[in-house]
Nanobody
Framework: QVQLVESGGGLVQPGGSLRLSCAAS????????MAWYRQAPGKQRELVAR???????NYADSVEGRFTISRDNTKKMVYLQMNSLQPEDTAVYYC????????WGQGTQVTVSS
């Protein structure tokens, strides 16, 4: 069974930064592609960033150049460094495998507001 625990969200002003963390209880973690997703109020959940088992990364156009995904296979952790945050980045952020498993964590709320 997959277990995912996200943390690191909060309230930040436009232009600010946050670093999200995800503790992932995933079998053979080092062989699994991982990703961060987000869901804004009234919108569908969307893929934000993806990192393969080999460390290759992909980003949604809306966050390219501002967000950085990384992973620590020893600790079974996934991170999302978010810089230059904008109000449109406000959402609940989730990590999961990619493609996503049927198990989702509680997510972590990110609110960008002045």
């Amino acid at each position: 069974q997959v277990q995912l625990v996200e943390s690191g969200g909060g309230l930040v002003q436009p232009g600010g930064s946050l670093r999200l963390s995800c503790a992932a209880s995933v079998g053979l973690f080092r062989l699994v592609n991982m990703a961060w997703y987000r869901q804004a109020p009234g919108k569908q959940r969307e893929l934000v960033a993806r990192i393969t088992d080999g460390g290759f990364t992909n980003y949604a156009d809306s966050v390219e150049g501002r967000f950085t995904i990384s992973r620590d296979n020893t600790k079974k952790m996934v991170y999302l460094q978010m810089n230059s945050l904008q109000p449109e980045d406000t959402a609940v952020y989730y990590c999961n495998t990619n493609p996503p498993s049927g198990f989702w964590g509680q997510g972590t709320q990110v609110t960008v507001s002045s």
